[in-house]
């Protein structure tokens, strides 16, 4: 599991719960945080749906968060083999996924 430097994330239950569950932690260097697919997400959210506007209700923030969130679901597509030549593959057991 990836996970940034957030400190609940090192805690000793959560490490206990991963060793116990068989998961590995994998922690993204400081200011990495480009690294985590979920942060792209996230900026294009806070691009398309939340900067340069004025909301007068959280309702109507909610409202554009929901909208953005289903116009990108209607357009997403699996992502498949990231990155194939990657050097990092050389240094891991990742198998590449077929398409």
């Not at 239950?13 to 068989?22: G, Y």
Request: aromatic share 14%; hydrophobic share 40%.
């Amino acid at each position: 599991m990836v996970l940034d430097n957030f400190s609940p994330h090192k805690h000793a239950k959560v490490r206990t719960w991963a060793a116990d569950n068989d998961v590995e932690l994998v922690f993204l260097p400081t200011y990495g945080s480009w690294l985590n697919w979920i942060e792209s997400e996230f900026a294009a959210l806070r691009y398309f749906a939340l900067n340069g506007t004025d909301r007068r209700s959280h309702d109507e923030q909610n409202a554009a968060i929901a909208a953005h969130v289903r116009w990108h679901n209607t357009r997403a597509e699996p992502k498949t083999n990231f990155a194939p030549d990657s050097a990092i593959r050389s240094w891991t057991d990742y198998p590449a996924r077929a398409a």
